[in-house]
T-cell receptor, first 115, second 115 residues
Framework: AQTVTQSQPEMSVQEAETVTLSCTYD???????LFWYKQPPSRQMILVIR??????QNATENRFSVNFQKAAKSFSLKISDSQLGDTAMYFC????????????FGTGTRLTIIP | GAGVSQSPRYKVAKRGQDVALRCDPI?????LFWYQQALGQGPEFLTY????????KSGLPSDRFFAERPEGSVSTLKIQRTQQEDSAVYLC?????????????FGDGTRLSIL
């Protein structure tokens, strides 16, 4: 079974600064997908960014980028020029490329952007 | 509708009562997932439908939990003889096809409180 670990329960950063959220995972599969989801107080899970394991290039989406280290099974999220609207819970998630497409989530990191 | 719709948004029930939670996926989405999110935790997989077929129910915590999607669109998660440990947010997600590179779109969830 796959596991996802987020070792930072809470983080805070000043507005406009850069912050990196950590995620490690464990799997025996060679091909899979990794995701970062954002969950604001409204509760809706919003996809921030995704990475396909067979792609070596790190994914980027505007101010969001990842550092994917497949050998180390590490998948960190970098948020540049942080904004107040980035305040939320952030979840790292794993999806197998075989059969069922269920997501396995970490326990989350609560990120607070300080004005 | 444009997104996944869940109802009710909040549900309070007394221990021992039965509850039913509804999910309207995005129109045309083949895959539908239910997750349970306890307070302060990441979502955990409950069950998965492909059209009307329930292909995986390995995450359902007990036989008190039952899910259906009879016409391949709307899904209902039913919990019988509710217990306090059933208190959680129940999230529904849908995705457009069987290809793993299609992201899951989440609803706002139903917060269930068992008194």
């Amino acid at each position: 079974a796959q596991t996802v670990t987020q070792s930072q329960p809470e983080m805070s950063v000043q507005e406009a600064e850069t912050v990196t959220l950590s995620c490690t995972y464990d799997t025996s599969e060679s091909n899979y997908y990794l995701f970062w989801y954002k969950q604001p107080p409204s509760r809706q899970m919003i996809l921030v960014i995704r990475q396909e394991a067979y792609k070596q290039q790190n994914a980027t989406e505007n101010r969001f980028s990842v550092n994917f280290q497949k050998a180390a099974k590490s998948f960190s999220l970098k948020i540049s020029d942080s904004q107040l609207g980035d305040t939320a819970m952030y979840f790292c998630a794993f999806m197998s490329n075989f059969g069922n497409e269920k997501l396995t989530f970490g326990t989350g990191t609560r990120l607070t952007i300080i004005p | 509708g444009a997104g996944v719709s869940q109802s009710p948004r909040y549900k309070v029930a007394k221990r021992g009562q039965d509850v039913a939670l509804r999910c309207d996926p995005i129109s045309g989405h083949v895959s539908l997932f239910w997750y349970q999110q306890a307070l302060g935790q990441g979502p955990e997989f409950l069950t998965y439908f492909q059209n009307e077929a329930q292909l995986d129910k390995s995450g359902l915590p007990s036989d008190r939990f039952f899910a259906e999607r009879p016409e391949g669109s709307v899904s209902t998660l039913k919990i019988q003889r509710t217990q306090q440990e059933d208190s959680a947010v129940y999230l529904c997600a849908s995705s457009s096809d069987l290809n793993s590179n299609q992201p899951q779109h989440f609803g706002d969830g139903t917060r269930l409180s068992i008194l």
